[in-house]
């Protein structure tokens, strides 16, 4: 028989054959083949563990440390600047000692608008329905006490001067002939009329000249004239000649501009308290005016949630005027032991927030952030830092700087 060779005959030739020459040739192999198989598979498999436990341990550590990412050493100098002897005479880099200030005084400096002295302040207001004769006083004009504002007419004032002149001579006669002569009836009875008609007068504005006129019989009916209280300026002025104005109108305004107020507006800040009798300077374009506390509020403005302070200034010349807006600079006493520095040795973090440059040794400055509290002078007081340390004033800015650009450059890397 003859056999073709076939792709389909050699293939069952093989598969016919195969077992007899795997036994006979290799069995032994076979046999041991699966264990060195699962052998060297558990070799790879405790040597891939071993190198993932190798590859989260110290590989990785000693690559951080190499790059300086998340290391110690990274973080240390990223938080501070080294400078070498010749770049601190570069820089004419000057360096303090924090020392406690004892016994001293802070300034502080806030806004305020000048008003007027509500206390020397005075409304002249018509007390009876009147119409505007004439006036007097113009707006802005400074006045003295007695001077006339305006003069007026009146029906009520025209019956209130007839009715006392009639008691005036009443009484007159009462009081000549004597109470025994009288009787004490007549006699009280005309005292009173005249005494009440007098307080009545005086209500509607009549000063003691006027009052005489009236009782002497040389005022003209219904026309009386309104005079300053007391020293002052014409504030305000919104009558018209001619104008009929009603019981309570106000006439003018008088204000004494010797003295003003300053109205000066504090934030507010837990345990600040400015007591009367602080002494103050008002600082205005080049002048500079010395004053003091007259009274501190205790409630906040609504509107600006500020706490008010208000401040006497003397006005001599008048120089000043209500509605100008100035600064006022407070004397405070500083806490016991304040640390101040000067202005140019503060500087910004990253995150906004104020700090100073720490020699921790010669050459290298680590920053501190730190909070102000206060002026006192031309220094800055300040809290969060402890006395002794040594703190860098020149230079600062340029330490700051070099941080700034160490941090950029770390981030782009």
Not at 14 to 27: C, Q, R
Not at 246 to 252: K, M, R
Not at 272 to 291: F, N
Not at 294 to 312: D, E, F, K, W
Request: no cysteine; hydrophobic share 35%; proline share 5%.
């Amino acid at each position: 028989m003859t056999f073709q060779k076939t792709p389909l005959a050699i293939a069952l030739l093989a598969s016919l054959s195969f077992p007899v020459w795997a036994e006979d040739n290799h069995g032994h192999d076979h046999e041991t083949a699966p264990a060195k198989s699962e052998s060297h598979s558990q070799e790879n498999h405790d040597d891939h563990d071993a190198h993932d436990e190798h590859g989260d341990g110290a590989p990785e550590h000693e690559h951080k440390e190499e790059h300086g990412g998340d290391g110690e050493h990274g973080e240390e100098e990223a938080a501070g600047v080294t400078l070498t002897p010749d770049q601190k005479t570069m820089l004419n880099l000057q360096v303090i000692k924090l020392q406690p200030q004892k016994s001293a005084t802070q300034s502080l400096t806030v806004p305020a608008e000048i008003t007027s002295n509500q206390y020397r302040t005075w409304v002249v207001p018509v007390r009876i329905d009147s119409q505007v004769q004439s006036r007097s006083a113009s707006l802005g004009q400074h006045m003295k006490k007695g001077e006339p504002i305006a003069t007026l007419f009146s029906p009520a004032m025209a019956e209130l001067q007839s009715d006392l002149q009639v008691a005036a001579d009443a009484w007159r006669r009462v009081n000549n002939l004597g109470r025994r002569t009288v009787g004490n009836q007549r006699y009280l009875d005309a005292q009173s009329q005249y005494q009440s008609l007098r307080a009545r007068a005086r209500g509607y504005g009549l000063d003691e000249a006027a009052i005489g006129a009236i009782e002497s019989g040389k005022s003209e009916k219904g026309i009386y004239t309104l005079t300053a209280p007391d020293d002052g300026l014409v504030l305000e002025d919104a009558f018209q000649q001619g104008q009929w104005l009603t019981a309570g109108s106000e006439l003018v305004t008088l204000v004494d501009e010797s003295e003003l107020w300053a109205e000066a507006a504090l934030p507010p800040s837990p345990g600040l308290h400015i007591p009367t009798g602080t002494a103050a300077r008002l600082l205005i374009g080049d002048a500079v005016v010395e004053g003091e506390v007259i009274q501190s509020g205790h409630r906040l403005n609504t509107v600006t949630r500020t706490l008010s302070v208000r401040v006497a200034i003397p006005n001599a010349g008048h120089l000043l005027h209500p509605g100008m807006f100035a600064d006022v600079v407070l004397s405070l006493s500083a806490p016991q032991n304040a640390l101040t520095v000067p202005e140019e040795a503060l500087t910004r973090g990253p995150d906004g927030d104020w700090q100073l440059f720490v020699e921790e040794e010669p050459g290298h400055y680590q920053p501190v952030e730190i909070e102000l509290s206060g002026q006192l002078g031309e220094q800055r007081i300040v809290t969060g830092i402890e006395a002794g340390k040594r703190v860098v004033t020149r230079g600062a800015f340029f330490l700051a700087s070099e941080m700034a650009k160490s941090g950029f450059e770390v981030h782009n890397h």
